[in-house]
């Protein structure tokens, strides 16, 4: 079957990096995606992997590596406006899209 | 305005009640979306329109119906629907559907409560 999985919920401290994970296991791959989304509002597209390796956008980077079926999101400098969920969702060979069910980061001061 | 806009942001409806969300974009895209979002669970794709073409999940009850009379308009009508349809219905658009690797741009979303 088709599978994604990221933790639940993550908790960091303002100032700090983290790294959220997402592992994947989809009939075919066509690319993966990072949506960010905070409570109550609309997702907003992050990035798109389809090669192996890191894209960085600020202080957001996203890696992929196809032959591990795995990604990360990584966050630096993370500020109070970062606490919300983070969706993984690749495509498979018919360019569906396959979510996870999102990670909730929480930020500290 | 501008995105992709959902109406309305919040409704409860009881089980025997008829209502319809509605989900406006204004970005030229030619396909769009309904998604359904409960707490803790993947998006689960309800319905796609593209180019007046559709794909729906064969596993949405019958209760719910969508219309799509043009590219920038979509609806959900809702009827007779279970306490376990409450979630958060997402509309999103795209600038093709079906193939690519399309970026979705979603609206707020309509959050439904049925008692």
């Known amino acids: 079957g088709q599978n994604i999985d990221q933790p639940t919920e993550m908790t960091a401290t303002e100032g700090a990096i983290v790294q959220i994970n997402c592992t994947y296991q989809?009939?075919?791959?066509?690319?993966l995606f990072w949506y960010q989304q905070h409570a109550g509002e609309a997702p907003t597209f992050l990035s798109y992997n389809v090669l192996d390796g890191l894209e960085e956008k600020g202080r957001f980077s996203s890696f992929l590596s196809r032959s591990k079926g795995y990604s990360y999101l990584l966050l630096k400098e993370l500020q109070m406006k970062d606490s919300a969920s983070y969706l993984c969702?690749?495509?498979?060979?018919?360019?569906?899209?396959?979510w996870g069910a999102g990670t909730k980061l929480i930020i500290k001061p | 305005e501008t995105g992709v806009t959902q109406t309305p942001r919040h409704l409860v409806m009881g089980m025997t009640n008829k209502k319809s969300l509605k989900c406006e974009q204004h970005l030229g895209h030619n396909a769009m979306y309904w998604y359904k979002q409960s707490a803790k669970k993947p998006l689960e794709l309800m319905f796609v329109y593209s180019l007046e073409e559709r794909v729906e999940n064969n596993s949405v009850p019958s209760r719910f119906s969508p219309e799509c009379p043009n590219s920038s308009h979509l609806f959900l009508h809702l009827h007779t629907l279970q306490p376990e349809d409450s979630a958060l219905y997402l509309c999103?658009?795209?600038?093709?559907?079906?193939?690519?690797?399309?970026?979705?741009?979603f609206g707020a979303g309509s959050r439904l409560t049925v008692l």
């Open positions: 969702a690749t495509l498979d060979s018919n360019y569906q899209l396959i």
């Open positions: 999103a658009s795209s600038e093709t559907g079906f193939s690519g690797a399309n970026v979705l741009t």
């Open positions: 989809t009939s075919g791959f066509n690319g």
